[in-house]
T-cell receptor, first 111, second 114 residues
Framework: EAQVTQNPRYLITVTGKKLTVTCSQN?????MSWYRQDPGLGLRQIYY???????DKGDVPEGYKVSRKEKRNFPLILESPSPNQTSLYFC??????????FGSGTRLTVV | DQQVKQNSPSLSVQEGRISILNCDYT??????FLWYKKYPAEGPTFLIS?????DKNEDGRFTVFLNKSAKHLSLHIVPSQPGDSAVYFC?????????????FGQGTRLTINP
């Protein structure tokens, strides 16, 4: 089944403790992207990648890092999480950057 | 600066009637528009899209209308069914640094009443 898989689905962590949210797609898509969803703000792009080793900032990149060492994987790294990074995170992939397939989401709480 | 706006946070419609969801945008460089549907505890799923060279696109019960002069997009669902109850996100994209950059609206929660 064609899909984008994110892990974990739920995560509660403490301020400053580094964490990684994994994302993997099995559709051989070139483009991958991370979004965060917050009430009243919709989905905002954090980072995106056009191919292996090619990444760029989205609209809200502060406090996040990404890497694209393999085509299928695009992990999101929070080096020092803060409470304002409490949010619902979605990874997505696309063959052409026009239409994205989304993962099921990761609900992160930073206390 | 919200480039894509969905001004109605929620909408309630009777089953069988038409649902109309609206979206406004400010960036005239947007050349491709999409609607996504989102159920609780799931990721958004693609519903329908339209290119800026068209003003209408239909797919079954779903029709998207684009009015470029007004910078307005709407999604019509007819007839509405209980399974259509979800949050709907409007999105617009434009070329930026080698990729289409997608910008989402805030979402509209649609409730279909039996």
């Amino acid at each position: 089944e064609a899909q984008v898989t994110q892990n974990p689905r739920y995560l509660i962590t403490v301020t400053g403790k580094k964490l990684t949210v994994t994302c993997s797609q099995n559709m051989n898509h070139e483009y991958m992207s991370w979004y965060r969803q917050d009430p009243g703000l919709g989905l905002r792009q954090i980072y995106y990648s056009m191919n292996v080793e090619v990444t760029d900032k989205g609209d809200v990149p502060e406090g996040y890092k990404v890497s694209r060492k393999e085509k299928r994987n695009f992990p999101l790294i929070l080096e020092s999480p803060s409470p304002n990074q409490t949010s619902l995170y979605f990874c997505a992939s696309s063959p052409d950057s026009y239409g994205y397939t989304f993962g099921s989401g990761t609900r992160l709480t930073v206390v | 600066d919200q480039q894509v706006k969905q001004n109605s946070p929620s909408l309630s419609v009777q089953e069988g009637r038409i649902s109309i969801l609206n979206c406004d945008y400010t960036n005239s460089m947007f050349d491709y528009f999409l609607w996504y549907k989102k159920y609780p505890a799931e990721g958004p799923t693609f519903l329908i899209s339209i290119s800026s060279i068209k003003d209408k696109n239909e797919d079954g019960r779903f029709t998207v209308f684009l009015n470029k002069s007004a910078k307005h997009l709407s999604l019509h669902i007819v007839p509405s069914q209980p399974g259509d109850s979800a949050v709907y996100f409007c999105a617009a994209s434009a070329q930026s640094a080698g990729a289409q950059k997608l910008v989402f609206g805030q979402g509209t929660r649609l409730t279909i009443n039996p």
